[in-house]
């Protein structure tokens, strides 16, 4: 409740949920992890109600070639280090998609397509969940740093923070024009999930007939066009974007609410290792690129 009100920010949020786990102190009986990606979805579609049909076409086509690039990159480069790892390569892909795309949503798409066992998928999604965490603090005290503009911050975060909700947790601690920014490119990011979820499928010579498609992300869409086309209910789509910021810091609240110290030593070594080494690359990389050609 209190994760609803202006008094709990996104890290708090998730450091609550995280203490909370780590206590014991969450009821088992709970499915914590349903629950958190029902009022994700929810949320991220009222967001489209707050966003502007141009400024989604034009920073999605600004940032199309960067999307691209990171993704390529990041699912190369991981290739290359779990080899160097010696690393399980189900596990290894799934670490990197995670990076590559949308984190968790990314591996829940891929795990069945690559036909994962549920010890391998779980490993990735703690990796990852780990991950996201931190730059949930570390990203916007080094966009201050930096002294990033609100739109830079958005693109940065955007293509560096593995799962949506660190994305947009991150940037709406950042100011409004990076939400706005952040979640509009890491949508478009995450529509490289069902491609990417076929072509490993072949590749492993896993099941395509279980790729998943996101489909909040095309209700996301209809959200932006409604308010779009129909200006006149503009009270009502304000009042739904603020309530859906709410909701994310809640959903924030409940991932780590999902992560206990038993996750992340359970996670091991070098799954941490290469989850690691590929933010850092995406995060440098992206971050070079955008201060010197954006």
């Known amino acids: 409740m ?82 160097l790892l010696k690393l399980d390569h189900k596990l290894g892909h799934m670490i990197a998609a995670g990076t590559a795309i949308c984190g968790g949503s990314a591996i829940a798409a891929v795990s069945p397509a690559i036909k994962a066992d549920s010890q391998q998928t779980a490993l990735a999604l703690a990796t990852v969940f780990v991950l996201n965490s931190v730059a949930l603090f570390l990203f916007p005290a080094l966009g201050h740093l930096l002294e990033m503009s609100q739109y830079h911050f958005g693109v940065w975060s955007a293509i560096a923070i593995h799962d949506t909700s660190s994305v947009v947790g991150a940037a709406s601690a950042y100011g409004d024009e990076a939400l706005v920014t952040a979640t509009t490119i890491k949508l478009a990011r995450a529509l490289w999930i069902v491609p990417l979820a076929l072509i490993s499928a072949m590749v492993f010579g896993g099941n395509k007939r279980r790729v998943s498609v996101p489909l909040f992300i095309v209700f996301y869409c209809v959200a932006i066009a409604i308010a779009h086309y129909l200006p006149q209910g503009q009270v009502a789509y304000e009042a739904i974007f603020m309530l859906s910021k709410r909701v994310l810091v809640l959903c924030l609240f409940l991932i780590g609410a999902g ?34 050609f954006s």
Request: aromatic share 6%; proline share 3%.
């Open 2 to 83: 209190l994760c609803l009100t202006p008094v709990i920010s996104s890290p708090i949020a998730l450091v609550l949920g995280f203490t909370l786990a780590s206590l014991g102190l969450v009821p088992s009986q709970w499915d914590i992890g349903a629950l958190t990606k029902k009022l994700l979805a929810y949320s991220i579609i009222g967001l489209g109600f707050g966003i502007e049909l141009e400024t989604a076409i034009s920073v999605s086509l600004d940032n199309l070639g960067l999307i691209l690039g990171s993704i390529i990159f990041t699912l190369i480069l991981g290739t290359l280090l779990t080899r």
């Open 259 to 292: 992560i206990t110290l038993r996750k992340m030593r359970q996670a091991g070594a070098k799954p941490m290792i290469l989850g690691l080494l590929l933010w850092v690359a995406i995060g440098v990389g992206s971050l070079l690129y955008i201060i010197h």
